[in-house]
T-cell receptor, first 117, second 110 residues
Framework: EAEVAQSPRYKITEKSQAVAFWCDPI?????LYWYRQILGQGPELLVQ????????DSQLPKDRFSAERLKGVDSTLKIQPAELGDSAMYLC???????????????FGPGTRLTVL | GEDVEQSLFLSVREGDSSVINCTYT??????LYWYKQEPGAGLQLLTY?????DMKQDQRLTVLLNKKDKHLSLRIADTQTGDSAIYFC??????????FGAGTRLAVHP
């Protein structure tokens, strides 16, 4: 069964360093989301892409976070510089056109757990 | 904006039924979802219900939706130790962002 792939699975970095996360969606999934999940909370959307275009980045801290999906397939999320408060799980999710019965279900990758020291 | 709330913890005995509750604020949410998250893993979609439905059953899972009260519940029949996880309710759908609750930790004991 096709899955959303993310790497790395774990990342430890020092504050002020740059980090990058990668997401490879399920083939054919045009909509891609990056969520941040702080320990003990539910995921919160950072950015949403439709193909290569940003649809919603209203919750993305643009002074330090950037996201791209140049060819409308895989995507990269970058943080520069990282801060202690960025420690969290970063989840990528994708949606198929039409979904199942039009549900537009989001399929999640395993996530990248970031620890900032 | 949309807000989704869940109770934080539920403990049940193996073999009993579990009922996890959720309330949401935005009546225009098209779909309501239940996701399961095991330790260190991503989110697994369990089931979803369209906002014009009252109930959906899928094997051991039953979802009930009270649209008037904006209340959603997930019932797991014959709960097993493998069901121990965090369960997230989410509202949204139709390619819009999902708003998640904080999650309900389900503990299943013998």
């Amino acid at each position: 069964e096709a899955e959303v792939a993310q790497s790395p699975r774990y990342k430890i970095t020092e504050k002020s360093q740059a980090v990058a996360f990668w997401c490879d969606p399920i083939s054919g999934h045009a909509t891609l989301y990056w969520y941040r999940q702080i320990l003990g909370q539910g995921p919160e959307l950072l950015v949403q892409f439709q193909d290569e275009s940003v649809v919603d980045d209203s919750q993305l801290p643009k002074d330090r976070f950037s996201a791209e999906r140049l060819k409308g397939v895989d995507s990269t999320l970058k943080i520069q510089p990282a801060e202690l408060g960025d420690s969290a799980m970063y989840l990528c999710a994708t949606t198929a056109p039409g979904g199942t019965s039009g549900g537009g279900e989001q399929f999640f990758g395993p996530g990248t757990r970031l620890t900032v020291l | 904006g949309e807000d989704v709330e869940q109770s934080l913890f539920l403990s049940v005995r193996e073999g009993d039924s579990s009922v996890i509750n959720c309330t949401y604020t935005d009546s225009s949410s098209t779909y309501l979802y239940w996701y399961k998250q095991e330790p260190g893993a991503g989110l697994q979609l369990l089931t979803y219900i369209f906002s014009n439905m009252d109930m959906k059953q899928d094997q051991r899972l039953t979802v009930l939706l009270n649209k008037k009260d904006k209340h959603l519940s997930l019932r797991i029949a014959d709960t097993q130790t493998g069901d121990s996880a965090i369960y997230f309710c989410a509202a949204g759908g139709g390619y819009n962002k999902l708003i998640f609750g904080a999650g309900t930790r389900l503990a299943v004991h013998p």
